[in-house]
């Protein structure tokens, strides 16, 4: 079973950098059995995915914040990170870290299209 | 306004069944499997169908899904005053680019 914390400040200002960090137990961020996600749920409005990393190095993110995402891991730590740049009262929601794949009794799947486990999600607000 | 549409919310009473809707398109639901969510608020979100209509271990069989064209159900049987949450449908999207969500259906068991 693979558990997902999220950490990181619950307030930034307009213009500057929202920075989060993932910890990730029950798997290596390293292995190749899950994807590593940030998906975030603005209130009142639906979930919206961030973007993702593979243990390949391969990071794909969202086109609507393309320029302003990145996603990074740190493999000593067993974690991931998102940066999101010029932030604005937009960008207010619950971030969620989310392990992407599924895996069943005989084989794991990378699919796109699941995410298997989820972090409890942290709070930030964007506000001066 | 989100790219897969499901109804805000629903009701039924314990013991019912109730079904919750979810649809998209051709470059979403019509071209890729389709994943439910339960989550209820302060938690983590949990894995409730995966590939349209398969369940992970632990998750009892009053949970289904289907799909049929771009619309995809989930349906939950023997519905239990535990099963008061936010459900949400998901799937890729090869026009976007992106993975893709409804806006989530709050179920209430009256």
């Known amino acids: 079973q693979v558990q997902l914390q999220e950490s990181g400040p619950g307030l930034v200002k307009p213009s500057e950098t929202l920075s989060l960090s993932c910890s990730v137990s029950?798997?290596?961020?390293?292995?190749?059995?899950?994807?590593w996600n940030w998906i975030r749920h603005p209130a009142g409005r639906g979930l919206e995915w961030i973007g993702r990393?593979?243990?390949?190095?391969?990071?794909d993110y969202n086109p609507s914040l393309k320029g302003r995402v990145s996603i990074a891991v740190d493999t000593s730590k067993n974690q991931f990170s998102l940066k999101l740049t010029s932030v604005t009262a937009a960008d207010t929601a619950m971030y969620f870290c989310?392990?992407?794949?599924?895996?069943?009794?005989?084989?794991?799947?990378?699919?796109?299209?699941?995410?298997?486990?989820w972090g409890q999600g942290t709070k930030v607000t964007v506000s001066s | 306004q989100s790219v897969l549409t499901q109804p805000p919310s629903v009701s039924a009473a314990p013991g019912q069944k109730v079904t919750i809707s979810c649809s998209g398109s051709?470059?979403?639901?019509?071209?890729?499997?389709v994943s439910w969510y339960q989550h209820l608020p302060g938690t983590a979100p949990q894995l409730l169908i995966y590939?349209?209509?398969k369940r992970p271990s632990g998750i009892p069989d009053r949970f289904s899904g289907s799909k049929s064209g771009t619309s995809a159900t989930l349906g939950i049987s023997g519905l239990q005053t535990g099963d008061e949450a936010d459900y949400y449908c998901?799937?890729?999207?090869?026009?976007?680019?992106?993975?893709?969500f409804g806006g989530g259906t709050r179920l209430t068991v009256l």
């Open positions: 989310a392990a992407g794949g599924y895996c069943d009794d005989t084989s794991c799947s990378l699919d796109e299209d699941t995410f298997s486990f």
């Open positions: 029950g798997d290596s961020v390293n292995s190749d059995t899950y994807y």
């Open positions: 990393i593979y243990s390949t190095g391969r990071i």
């Open positions: 051709n470059s979403n639901i019509g071209n890729d499997y």
């Open positions: 590939d349209d209509n």
């Open positions: 998901g799937t890729w999207d090869s026009s976007l680019s992106s993975a893709v």
